[in-house]
T-cell receptor, first 112, second 114 residues
Framework: QKEVEQDPGPLSVPEGAIVSLNCTYS??????FMWYRQYSRKGPELLMY????GNKEDGRFTAQVDKSSKYISLFIRDSQPSDSATYLC????????????FGQGTILTVHP | EAGVTQSPTHLIKTRGQQATLRCSPI?????VYWYQQALGLGLQFLLW???????NRGNFPPRFSGRQFPNYSSELNVNALELEDSALYLC?????????????FGSGTQLSVL
């Protein structure tokens, strides 16, 4: 069993829709949670970074962490065609510094 | 401010050869991380350098090695290339926040082994 599970999709939604992306994990040692966006032939771009349960909002993006259920989510409101990309969840232990464990990534397409 | 820069963008080698990939960190960042993104395997941690020293490595054989220079730039060397080494190699540098590091990635080097 993988430490981090992420539905690879693909996910296709109309412009303006609310998108929900999810990851589950098995290792309770994970304390820091991130969401990255990766466009084709580019490196991952950090979208959200959290280290506590609850919600964190940044513009159209909301990250949600539920440590008791070992479940994290990313919500995208008013989705745009420019949001079309692969979304990766990532996690790390408290003392892992930059050693991240990634999910497989979800491919998202937002069509006009 | 310049981001993480990697070179070359693409690299084509044949099996058995050696590949050298380069990374320049964001100004002020002293840690460099290397990740491999292979088809079907996702992003996997390879190596971590900080202050010129190797601090940690992932589950990769010793033919994957590297170094960090005094200016904090880094090289990743892959010896005795195998077909399955074909992947996007990503470099990331970090800034400490909340007791851990927030990573920023470069655009990667696409290595193809023929």
């Amino acid at each position: 069993q993988k430490e981090v599970e992420q539905d690879p999709g693909p996910l296709s939604v109309p412009e303006g829709a609310i998108v929900s992306l999810n990851c589950t994990y098995s290792n309770s040692a994970f304390q820091y949670f991130m969401w990255y966006r990766q466009y084709s032939r580019k490196g991952p771009e950090l979208l959200m970074y959290t280290y506590s349960s609850g919600n964190k909002e940044d513009g159209r993006f909301t990250a949600q962490v539920d440590k008791s259920s070992k479940y994290i989510s990313l919500f995208i409101r008013d989705s745009q065609p420019s949001d079309s990309a692969t979304y990766l969840c990532a996690m790390m232990r408290g003392t892992s510094y930059g050693k991240l464990t990634f999910g497989q990534g979800t491919i998202l397409t937002v069509h006009p | 401010e310049a981001g993480v820069t990697q070179s070359p963008t693409h690299l084509i080698k044949t099996r058995g050869q050696q590949a050298t990939l380069r990374c320049s960190p964001i100004s002020g960042h002293t840690s460099v991380y290397w990740y491999q993104q292979a088809l079907g395997l996702g992003l996997q941690f390879l190596l971590w350098y900080d202050e010129g020293e190797e601090r940690n490595r992932g589950n990769f054989p010793p033919r994957f090695s590297g170094r960090q220079f005094p200016n904090y730039s880094s090289e990743l060397n892959v010896n005795a290339l195998e077909l399955e080494d074909s992947a996007l190699y990503l470099c990331a540098t970090g800034v400490r926040e909340g007791g851990n590091e927030k990573l920023f990635f470069g655009s990667g080097t696409q290595l193809s082994v023929l």
